[in-house]
């Protein structure tokens, strides 16, 4: 088992930043790949970022790209999310995801965090 659980979520006003951070317990962190997922009121969880177990091959959504950075510090057993430029439609539940494979599907991750809220005002 794998247990995460994020933080620094907030309010900010549109064209700030945000650093979210996920930290892991529980299984050897280093084994697993990691993302980023986010849900907005009355809409399905999509995908925001993810990093591979070895920390060097990184995916991003579109719609995030550019804006938001993902990394991983194996030492700390810690992910976070480096989130500029934010938008009113970047407002969402942010989820931390493990998973043994790699990839930007929800069925790729076997563990999940409780979400931290982040709201953008305009």
């Known amino acids: 088992q794998v247990q995460l659980v994020e933080s620094g979520g907030g309010l900010v006003q549109a064209g700030g930043s945000l650093r979210l951070s996920c930290a892991a317990s529980?299984?050897?962190?280093?084994?697993?790949?990691m993302g980023w997922f986010r849900q907005a009121p009355g809409q399905e969880r999509e995908f925001v970022a993810a990093i591979s177990w070895s920390r060097d091959v990184i995916y991003y959504a579109d719609s995030v790209k550019g804006r938001f950075t993902i990394s991983g510090d194996n030492a700390k057993n810690t992910v976070y999310l480096q989130m500029n430029s934010l938008k009113p439609e970047d407002t969402a539940v942010y989820y931390c995801?493990?998973?043994?494979?790699?990839?930007?599907?929800?069925?790729?991750?076997?563990?999940w965090g409780q979400g931290t809220q982040v709201t953008v005002s305009s």
């Open positions: 529980g299984r050897t962190f280093s084994n697993y790949a």
């Open positions: 995801a493990a998973g043994a494979r790699f990839g930007v599907r929800r069925n790729v991750y076997d563990y």
